[in-house]
């Protein structure tokens, strides 16, 4: 094949292809019909001789060949689009975008209260729709075009996409804070006094947040490596009950800290230190490439990464007075 001849079309809509891993969500971001999309990916394959995108029941697989093509036509066709119209902007005062995100509920806490701030001051036509997350793996969401932006700790895909897993993924990301876990329970618990021994809280009934309801967790994973157990007597979906339901009983739970203040009641809980090492929590924004030079999705991004420092900067401030020796 020589370049000379290659219709640079083609290249368009591979890269459409590639971004939303579907034929017909491609067809529809590029204003074609599917067979046409279609026709397009088949003369690209004959130049390019190899298949490029399998049909699979969930949409298309790239080929080796295709994942490799795809990062260089990626970036070409993003200057391109750069040097043609490099004057896109974003006026916030005069936008009317509605922005739907999906995160946990005291994730939700710490960042909605900066967001609406800054839409009732500088955004007055931003709409938000936040959409419950339910899940450790959003990307089928931003694949969908359910949701815009995924903010929170998604360990198994941020590894997954750093590390270029099966495929290329079209899912980009940040990491916004780091931050450890600790032991969380009522000021007035009978473990609250001296340091939390192993044994101690092995014995202890424990709470875990779990979207799934699935009673095990990294806590759980961390304990089998030393060959302990713990007894979960409850699971809870939500950061603001678990914090609600420690705060009355015995039960200690396993929380990242600067995740304590969401729940509200901070002055009743304190947080001692595990006895045992676990990973850092990361937590990190998550978006499908079609949106990265979007002009008002990068308003987004920046405030949610700008509100950071605040956001967990206030938290930890609380926090500071609630640690137990």
Known sequence: MSFLTLDLNLLRVFDAVMTEQNLTRAASRLAMTQPAVSNALRRLRDALGDELLIRTAHGVKPTPRAE?????VRRALGELEEAIAPDQSFDPSRAQNTFRMAMADATAALWLPSLVRK?????????????PLTTREPRPMLLRGDIDLAIGFF????????????????????????????????????LANGELTLDAYCSANHLLVSFSGRAHGLVDEALAQL??????????????????????????????????????ITGELIAKELPFNLPNVHVDMLWHERDTRNPAHT???????????????????????NAAP
């Open 68 to 72: 490799t093509l795809w990062p260089a």
């Open 119 to 131: 839409i009732e001051t500088e955004a007055p036509g931003i709409l938000v729709r936040m959409v």
């Open 155 to 190: 360990p198994g895909v941020v590894s997954q996409i750093a590390s270029g897993g099966a495929s290329v993924s079209p899912i980009r990301h940040q990491q916004l804070y780091s931050g450890r876990y600790v032991c969380v329970m009522r000021k007035n618990h009978p």
């Open 227 to 264: 060959n302990r157990e713990r007894r979960i007597l409850l699971t809870v979906n939500q950061f603001f009950t678990g914090g609600r339901v420690v705060a009355s009983s015995d039960l200690i739970t396993t929380l990242p800290r600067h995740l304590i203040a969401s729940t509200g």
């Open 299 to 321: 308003w987004l991004r920046g405030h949610m990464s700008g509100a950071t420092r605040e956001a967990f900067g206030r938290a930890g401030q609380v926090l500071a007075s």
